[in-house]
């Protein structure tokens, strides 16, 4: 399993703000009831479909199928870490798989909530690329197989609110600047009013941590799919430039010193730091990453510092040691790999 996935490695569009963004389609089967519901040769029968679709979408790039139950437990984790599969799908793993693309772009979750959970990650602001992909990956599966699907009510889920084009589309926001002028509430607080959530780094019920929020809709019903795409983007630029607008303020004269030395101070620390958690890495390192953004620290890579928001993480690091490690151990490994890491 490949440890940097692409939209990991590399910045897309806006990538100084915007980490990454995603969409995800839910499909289910219409002679099959839904996963929390079905059968156990009903589930297995779905994932022998899905496993049949993989030579089917070699016109889309290389395809390769896990079946979850024959994953360690601590890759299952290190998949979550990576954003290519949901907490959920690591749960009971009988009957699940997912199918990811050669350079994790693509991931497709089989028997999680829905049958099929289509998903695709790029690096940046890229929603309609994103949509695209998806569209097409969702084109190969539709030919081969019996969609559950209401002329009326749209494509149908196990969860209501995803009835309709079962499209949830998100973008990845860093926003420091925003949280260090005491702003992010009020740029954010209002979407739900507009049919969209806000939520942490790993989606639905994550903390925010790092300055990073993610932006996605709410509403699947009444909008096509290229309608919701433009809508979100239409927020996401208002997010850009208020989080713009924030870090010229602290850039201005009477203020550039005292942004300079809380962002320098932050560096230190985790250029020297022995032990350190996980929340406590990813602030440091949103500061180090504004800093870098904002042309004050020289001499590092933003992507490394994208990077490491994910290695970082609990599972990366037990899979860095080939071994389950307790709390304190990874603060310790945790430190040591981000001052290796900087130092280079």
Not at 26 to 36: E, H, T, V
Not at 39 to 56: F, K
Not at 133 to 148: H, I, P, T
Not at 209 to 236: A, C
Request: net charge negative; hydrophobic share 40%; proline share 3%.
């Amino acid at each position: 399993m490949k440890e940097t996935s692409s939209w990991m490695a590399k910045s897309g569009p806006q990538g100084d703000i915007v980490l990454g963004t995603r969409v995800r389609l839910a499909r289910n089967i219409r002679s099959i009831p839904f996963p929390a519901t079905a059968e156990r040769d009903q589930l297995r029968e779905v994932l022998r479909l899905g496993e049949e679709m993989v030579p089917l979408l070699k016109k889309l790039g290389e395809f390769s199928f896990l079946k979850m139950a024959e994953v360690e437990s601590l890759e299952r984790e290190v998949l979550v870490e990576k954003h290519l599969i949901s907490p959920r799908h690591t749960e009971n793993p009988q009957n699940k798989g997912v199918i990811l693309g050669k350079h994790d772009e693509i991931s497709i979750m089989i028997n999680e909530e829905d049958h099929i959970r289509i998903q695709v990650l790029e690096p940046g602001l890229q929603l309609e690329q994103a949509w695209q992909v998806a569209n097409a990956v969702d084109d190969c599966f539709e030919k081969n197989l019996d969609y559950a699907f209401d002329p009326e009510l749209g494509f149908l889920t196990a969860c209501p609110t995803n009835v309709g084009t079962a499209l949830r589309a998100s973008v990845m926001f860093h926003l420091p600047a925003l949280k260090r002028v005491n702003q992010v509430n009020k740029v954010l607080g209002t979407v739900s009013k507009f049919g969209l959530t806000v939520r942490g780094l790993y989606g639905e019920g994550s903390d925010v941590w790092g300055n990073i929020y993610q932006l996605s809709n709410q509403v699947t019903m009444g909008h096509s799919e290229e309608e919701t795409i433009e809508y979100l983007n239409g927020f996401t630029e208002q997010i850009l430039h208020s989080e713009r607008q924030a870090r010229e303020y602290l850039m201005e004269e009477n203020r550039k010193l005292l942004t300079e030395d809380q962002l320098y101070r932050s560096y230190g620390v985790l250029t020297h730091a022995r032990s350190m958690s996980s929340q406590e890495a990813m602030e440091l390192l949103s500061d180090l990453k504004l800093g870098v953004d904002l042309g004050i620290i020289q001499d590092i890579d933003s992507d490394v510092l994208k990077q490491l928001i994910v290695q970082i993480r609990a599972a990366h690091l037990q899979k860095m040691m080939g071994q389950p490690l307790p709390a304190e151990e990874r603060d310790r490994l945790r430190a040591s790999l981000v001052r290796e890491t900087l130092s280079k």
